[in-house]
T-cell receptor, first 113, second 117 residues
């Protein structure tokens, strides 16, 4: 089955700097890679997703890149702001199957003022 | 907009007790899921359902049971609570894209923090 590894587990960056979170997956059949943000006391919320027919996707200050050959994908947050402080989860699964999706272990991002 | 609603928000159980975590969604989503979240371990899938009357095991189903008698509700049952079941539990739902089983955004509830002592 699919296995997703996420690094780092914690990340602290200065406000205004960029943050990068990396994930690797094991199942070469996976072709759907969402990222979720979890704020304190809340459930995770989708912030961006990418399918394997695309190498990069951007939405304002966040972007995700995918390297299918190496089976890794990354989340990039530029010009970080205090509201970016949260736990971020990557996940991998099949776009053609909404039955289940496997999550990484999470990255706690802290933005220093 | 209610979305996905979980009850209770917090619960303390004694070892061997049983309880049901409730989850209901008002978005008419076909797919529903139960996850547990342990510190540093991310989200692990316990059970999922692709529609009323259909359930299947996820990564960590032992010690749990589910049912899906309606589209809206997907309760999670713990029969004999154990300390290893201390965790935060999240229910989620996902829409189905037309007639095709395509992955879409999952909507999560706010979680139930369960402590077994």
């Amino acid at each position: 089955g699919e296995n997703v590894e996420q690094h780092p587990s914690t990340l602290s960056v200065q406000e205004g700097d960029s943050a990068v979170i990396k994930c690797t997956y094991s199942d070469s059949a996976s072709n759907y890679f969402p990222w979720y943000k979890q704020e304190l006391g809340k459930g995770p919320q989708l912030i961006i997703d990418i399918r394997s027919n695309v190498g990069e996707k951007k939405d304002q200050r966040i972007a995700v890149t995918l390297n299918k050959t190496a089976k890794h994908f990354s989340l990039h947050i530029t010009e970080t702001q205090p509201e970016d402080s949260a736990v971020y989860f990557c996940a991998a699964g099949m776009y053609s199957s909404a039955s289940k999706i496997i999550f990484g272990s999470g990255t706690r991002l802290s933005i220093r003022p | 907009n209610a979305g996905v609603t979980q009850t209770p928000k917090f619960r303390i159980l004694k070892i061997g007790q049983s309880m049901t975590l409730q989850c209901t969604q008002d978005m008419n989503h076909n797919y529903m899921y139960w996850y547990r979240q342990d510190p540093g371990m991310g989200l692990k899938l316990i059970y999922y359902s692709v529609g009323a009357g259909i359930t299947d095991k996820g990564e960590v189903p032992n010690g749990y049971n589910v049912s899906r008698s309606t589209t809206e509700d997907f309760p999670l049952r713990l029969e004999l609570a154990a300390p290893s079941q201390t965790s935060v539990y999240f229910c989620a739902s996902r829409d189905r894209k037309g007639d095709r089983d395509m992955n879409t955004e999952a909507f999560f509830g706010q979680g139930t923090r369960l402590t077994v002592v």
